[in-house]
């Protein structure tokens, strides 16, 4: 006996699936994407954080907090003297004790110097600071940038991301600012 045909069944057009997100609790309906992005910067924060830790701890500064590590980078940076409030605005920390304490810890340490000019004092890396830092370098070539091993176009989409992160810390700090207006 022939097989008898198949009832069709009427086909109901599937419902767009919610989206699995790692923050569920904050998701908007006009942005998952958002709630994963914040998921991701906490991640990946902490990744960085463990990540200039570890570095610098191979380097030969041990027992540094994540900020600390920052600090000693941002001292560093052009080779110029810097002041709190300006390291402060530099890095985006609002509390600026912060940063000192930073800056008092890496004193201790004789990787950071002090000056006064007049009622202004300014900071920089010291010779023993330069040197770790470029050890810290060294080391975040062969570690992390050797197995980044990137390519034009993943460079391309590292700097497009590095713009990203820009514009939405922008978002979030005029945000910050209606936030603590309400």
Same mark, same amino acid.
């Given at each position: 006996?022939?097989?008898?045909?198949?009832?069709?069944?009427?086909?109901?057009?599937?419902?767009?699936?919610?989206?699995?997100?790692?923050?569920?609790?904050?998701?908007?309906?006009? =942005?998952?994407?958002?709630?994963?992005?914040?998921?991701?910067?906490?991640? +990946?924060? %902490?990744?960085?954080?463990?990540?200039?830790?570890?570095?610098?701890?191979?380097?030969?500064?041990?027992?540094?907090?994540?900020?600390?590590?920052?600090?000693?980078?941002?001292?560093?940076?052009?080779?110029?003297?810097?002041?709190?409030?300006?390291?402060?605005?530099?890095? /985006?920390?609002?509390?600026?004790?912060?940063?000192?304490?930073?800056?008092?810890?890496?004193?201790?340490?004789?990787?950071? +110097?002090?000056?006064?000019?007049?009622?202004?004092?300014?900071?920089?890396?010291?010779?023993?600071?330069?040197?770790?830092?470029?050890?810290?370098?060294?080391?975040?070539? =062969?570690?992390?940038?050797?197995?980044? /091993?990137?390519?034009?176009?993943? %460079?391309?989409?590292?700097?497009?991301?590095?713009?990203?992160?820009?514009?939405?810390?922008?978002?979030?700090?005029?945000?910050?600012? =209606?936030?603590? =207006?309400?």
């Amino acid at each position: 006996m022939p097989a008898k045909p198949a009832a069709t069944a009427k086909l109901q057009p599937r419902a767009q699936p919610k989206p699995i997100v790692s923050s569920a609790h904050l998701v908007s309906d006009r =942005s998952a994407e958002m709630s994963e992005f914040e998921f991701g910067l906490i991640v +990946a924060g %902490n990744a960085f954080h463990r990540w200039v830790v570890h570095c610098m701890s191979a380097a030969g500064l041990k027992d540094l907090t994540p900020l600390d590590v920052l600090v000693l980078h941002h001292v560093t940076h052009r080779a110029r003297d810097k002041r709190l409030a300006d390291i402060c605005f530099i890095m /985006n920390v609002e509390d600026t004790h912060l940063v000192n304490y930073s800056l008092k810890k890496l004193q201790g340490l004789a990787v950071v +110097a002090s000056r006064k000019n007049g009622k202004e004092v300014t900071y920089a890396a010291t010779d023993l600071g330069r040197a770790y830092v470029q050890r810290y370098r060294d080391i975040r070539e =062969s570690c992390l940038i050797d197995a980044l /091993n990137a390519d034009d176009a993943l %460079n391309k989409d590292i700097g497009e991301l590095a713009r990203l992160l820009r514009v939405l810390s922008g978002m979030y700090d005029q945000a910050a600012r =209606s936030a603590a =207006s309400l």
